[in-house]
């Protein structure tokens, strides 16, 4: 274990960091969440619209159902007789295969069967007549039987009951490798065409397309999952029926989908059998309205020997799709892109040894710049950064524009960057924690406010002081000589004990602007008003004495809590003395050794007004000119007259109890009255009336810790009570 620590000391905390950072970032790649898929996304959608595929005007058409046919022929269904006149004369003009990205799942509303039966005032004779006459799907069906059609099929994402219980008719799907089904885009529902329809099309593929996060169509399924079948898409049945091949096989391994073969076209698939477009810049030439298509306008090299694609660009038809190089396209235009892409054989692939190749190739650069960055200097490790930047960059567009191949630049250089920026940031901490440590030291022994006014201004290091009036603290452990025996067996545990008590104690000093002066044995001694002035020091000083108590408590609970349920943990007590005076405060010592310190009547007092709380059976005593300047917004009640040495008149002491909440509560200013007016009666030495005063506050004077203290003073009376006359 020892030889471990040594070795992680000699790489470096700023290496450790980075190369956990480095290991989590590549966690994260393999996790591949939304935000680290999208940038590389975004990268790709860069790559498109720099470098769109070349297009070729002679493979594929699109009859539109555009917003012109539409006021013509009116409101979209339209009668299936007009898409029957639109399959015979796409026919005539020799079209290859013909593909419906449009959906026929009801019976049309205008045959005359239909008619029949929804028109009203029909005499009998007229309703035969129509039951008579050949229904507008049959006429639909038989347009379509005489054609090469492929219609279009939807994927409903809402289960339930099945939309169409009778089996799909469709191609027979081979598969090479495992099962796909656990790969493929799975939609739990089918929607299909009329039964009467579906039977005449030589073929039925899924047209549905799903956008990724953002809302960006960057790849289509050619094969999915519907009502646990695997079905093909509209544009990978339109290729095979054009082919005339009997079936599609799907090639799998266990990473997934490899790629989707018809004939001898084999398209490359992600995982999921989704296929990246290549696309090509928006081109309207492709485009023909189905209403010239309709009236005769259309001359045939537009459609001979194309395959031809019948769908919709109307905005109210809700068919636009927003993809990396245009943002509204209609969603027809998808699929002639996808078949575009695979006659040409220009589709984009990402096989999966690519994340592989990603998430090894941004191992190596981070290793690389965690290795080198703390050894080489900023320029030049600068410098090779932006060259392998710019390599890793060529790399990746040559292999998208001469390949059309998909290689993520993205995590790579960000992951490296990320970790030459924590590398550098961490080394700046740790330089900067070692000068903190350094200051940090010497603020163990003088005060931190008085380490940055050195540090600002050096001359101010010499012998000498001045006068000021301070608030000063000292603070000791009760009962100390009990503790240290207990522990004279493990020294190390009581310096752990006191080390432990002190560390609270100090840090409520000096969140309350305090200045530690010294450290002596189990006592504290701190001061306010210097070496910056604080006009509110009496105010601090005390909030921070009763602060220390509150600490003190929560340190003997964790005692408690951490011992054995059945032994006793004496608990920790201090007391308190404040006081506030002129003093000198400065550098004293001598030219070798000093310390910033106060010297004075008022730090001689402070010392002894702490020794008296045990006396006295309070935690804190404060003296009379700190009492009065923080009477207002703290609970004090006076103690005792004390004869100070040096001074002619007795000084008055005081018990500090509490905050304002304490001193504006009703019983206790109704016991400050008891307490002023037995200590009037002491001082009168009306003996009787002292003790019957105190007695009535008694029981209120325990809520607020002031036993030990009413039993101090009902002995004091009772002595001079029973002391012989002589004596008093």
Request: proline share 5%; aromatic share 8%.
């Given at each position: 274990?020892?030889v ?5 000391r ?6 450790i960091?980075?190369l956990l950072?480095l290991?989590?970032l ?12 999208a940038?590389r ?5 860069i790559?498109?619209l720099?470098?769109?595929r070349?297009?070729r005007?002679d493979?594929v ?5 555009d917003e012109?046919?539409?006021?013509i022929?009116?409101q ?9 006149e639109m399959?015979?004369k796409?026919?005539a003009l020799?079209?290859?295969v ?5 959906l026929f ?8 069967g239909?008619a029949a039966?929804?028109?009203?005032g029909l005499?009998?004779?007229t309703?035969e007549?129509?039951?008579r006459?050949?229904g507008n ?8 039987r005489?054609?090469?059609v492929?219609?279009g099929?939807s994927?409903?994402?809402v289960?339930g009951a099945?939309l169409?219980?009778?089996p799909a008719?469709q ?12 790969f493929?885009v ?6 299909r065409?009329?039964?009467i ?5 030589q073929?039925h593929?899924l ?6 996060g953002d809302?960006t169509?960057?790849?289509v ?11 093909p898409s509209l ?7 054009a082919t ?15 790629s989707v073969s018809?004939?001898?076209?084999e ?12 696309f090509s ?12 298509l309709?009236e ?5 090299d537009?459609?001979a020997?194309?395959m ?8 109210g038809?809700l068919d636009?799709k ?5 943002p509204?396209l209609?969603g ?6 996808l078949?575009?892409s695979?006659?040409?054989r220009?589709?984009l692939s990402?096989?999966s ?8 190739l941004a191992?190596l650069?981070?290793l690389t710049v965690?290795?080198l960055?703390p050894t080489?200097?900023a320029g030049p490790?600068f410098?090779l ?5 710019a390599l890793i960059?060529?790399m990746?567009?040559?292999c998208?524009?001469y390949l059309?191949?998909l290689?993520d630049?993205t995590f ?5 960057f990320?970790?030459y ?6 080394n700046y901490?740790t330089?900067?924690?070692?000068r903190?440590?350094i ?6 022994y003088?005060s931190?406010?008085?380490v ?7 001359e101010?290091?010499?012998l ?5 009036e301070l608030?000063v603290?000292?603070?000791d452990?009760r009962?100390f000589?009990?503790?240290s ?6 020294p190390?545990?009581l310096?752990?004990l006191?080390n432990?008590?002190?560390?609270p104690?100090t ?6 602007r305090g200045?530690?002066d010294?450290y002596?044995?189990d006592?504290?001694?701190a001061?306010?008003?210097a070496p910056?002035?604080d006009?509110s020091?009496?105010?601090h000083a005390?909030?921070a004495?009763?602060t220390m108590?509150?600490?003190?408590e929560?340190?003997n609970?964790e ?15 201090i007391g308190i003395?404040?006081n506030?005076?002129?003093?000198v405060v ?10 910033y ?7 001689n007092?402070a010392s002894r ?17 700190t ?5 207002s917004?703290?609970a004090v009640?006076?103690?005792d007259?004390?004869?100070?040495r ?12 509490g905050r ?5 509560d009703p019983?206790?200013?109704?016991l400050l009255?008891?307490?002023?007016a037995m ?5 009168a ?5 002292a003790l019957?005063?105190?007695l009535?506050g008694r029981e209120?004077?325990k809520v607020?810790?002031?036993d030990?203290?009413h039993d ?6 009772r002595?001079q009570i029973?002391?012989p006359?002589?004596s008093?």
């Amino acid at each position: 274990m020892t030889v471990i620590l040594k070795k992680l000391r000699r790489l470096g905390i700023g290496r450790i960091v980075s190369l956990l950072l480095l290991v989590s970032l590549l966690a994260l790649r393999v996790w591949d969440p939304g935000p680290v898929e999208a940038l590389r996304q975004k990268s790709f959608d860069i790559y498109q619209l720099m470098h769109p595929r070349t297009e070729r005007k002679d493979l594929v058409s699109i009859i539109d159902i555009d917003e012109q046919s539409l006021r013509i022929l009116g409101q979209w269904p339209w009668p299936r007789t007009v898409m029957a006149e639109m399959i015979s004369k796409i026919v005539a003009l020799g079209g290859e295969v013909i593909g419906f990205d449009v959906l026929f799942p009801e019976e049309d509303r205008s045959s005359p069967g239909v008619a029949a039966k929804t028109f009203q005032g029909l005499d009998d004779a007229t309703m035969e007549r129509l039951r008579r006459l050949p229904g507008n799907d049959a006429i639909f069906a038989e347009a379509i039987r005489d054609a090469k059609v492929v219609l279009g099929q939807s994927g409903y994402r809402v289960s339930g009951a099945a939309l169409s219980a009778r089996p799909a008719s469709q191609a027979p799907i081979a598969t090479l490798g495992p099962d796909p089904r656990a790969f493929l885009v799975d939609f739990p529902q089918l929607l299909r065409n009329l039964p009467i329809l579906d039977d005449a099309a030589q073929g039925h593929g899924l047209f549905s397309i799903s956008p990724e996060g953002d809302g960006t169509v960057r790849r289509v399924p050619v094969v999915a999952v519907a009502n646990q079948t695997v079905v093909p898409s509209l544009s990978l049945e339109m290729l095979r029926v054009a082919t005339g091949a009997g079936g599609i096989l799907v090639k799998t391994d266990l990473s997934g989908v490899r790629s989707v073969s018809v004939q001898d076209f084999e398209i490359p698939t992600d995982g999921k059998g989704r296929i990246w477009i290549h696309f090509s810049a928006p081109d309207l030439s492709k485009y023909i309205s189905a209403i010239d298509l309709l009236e005769g306008r259309v001359p045939a090299d537009r459609i001979a020997g194309k395959m031809v694609l019948i769908g919709t660009s109307a905005a109210g038809l809700l068919d636009l799709k927003v993809t990396p190089v245009h943002p509204a396209l209609p969603g027809v235009e998808l699929h002639a892109q996808l078949l575009e892409s695979a006659l040409t054989r220009s589709t984009l692939s990402r096989p999966s040894y690519t994340a592989f190749a990603e998430i090894l190739l941004a191992a190596l650069l981070g290793l690389t710049v965690i290795g080198l960055a703390p050894t080489v200097s900023a320029g030049p490790l600068f410098v090779l950064g932006g060259l392998i930047a710019a390599l890793i960059l060529g790399m990746s567009w040559y292999c998208f524009s001469y390949l059309d191949l998909l290689i993520d630049y993205t995590f790579p250089l960000t992951s490296s960057f990320l970790v030459y920026a924590v590398l550098v940031c961490t080394n700046y901490m740790t330089v900067s924690a070692d000068r903190r440590w350094i200051r940090s030291a010497f603020s163990q022994y003088i005060s931190p406010d008085l380490v940055e006014q050195l540090a600002h201004s050096p001359e101010r290091l010499k012998l000498g002081g001045e006068q000021r009036e301070l608030t000063v603290l000292f603070s000791d452990i009760r009962g100390f000589t009990a503790i240290s025996e207990a522990y004279k067996d493990d020294p190390q545990g009581l310096t752990a004990l006191i080390n432990r008590l002190f560390t609270p104690l100090t840090k409520d000093i000096v969140k309350h602007r305090g200045t530690i002066d010294k450290y002596m044995g189990d006592a504290i001694m701190a001061f306010w008003n210097a070496p910056l002035d604080d006009i509110s020091h009496e105010a601090h000083a005390c909030e921070a004495a009763l602060t220390m108590q509150e600490s003190l408590e929560i340190l003997n609970e964790e005692r408690r809590r951490e011992a054995d349920p059945t032994q006793w943990v004496a608990p920790l007590r201090i007391g308190i003395g404040l006081n506030t005076g002129v003093c000198v405060v400065g550098n004293f010592g001598s030219d070798l050794h000093f310390n910033y310190s106060v010297l004075g009547d008022t730090v001689n007092l402070a010392s002894r007004l702490e020794g008296l709380t045990k006396q006295y059976g309070v935690s804190i005593i404060v003296g009379e000119k700190t009492a009065q300047a923080v009477r207002s917004r703290f609970a004090v009640l006076e103690l005792d007259h004390l004869q100070v040495r040096g001074k002619q008149e007795p000084e008055r002491i005081f018990a500090l109890l509490g905050r304002a909440d304490m001193a504006s509560d009703p019983d206790f200013v109704g016991l400050l009255e008891r307490n002023d007016a037995m200590l009037a009666a002491y001082r009168a030495r009306e003996w009787s009336q002292a003790l019957e005063t105190i007695l009535l506050g008694r029981e209120t004077g325990k809520v607020f810790g002031l036993d030990d203290y009413h039993d101090f003073y009902i002995k004091r009376i009772r002595h001079q009570i029973e002391a012989p006359a002589s004596s008093k």
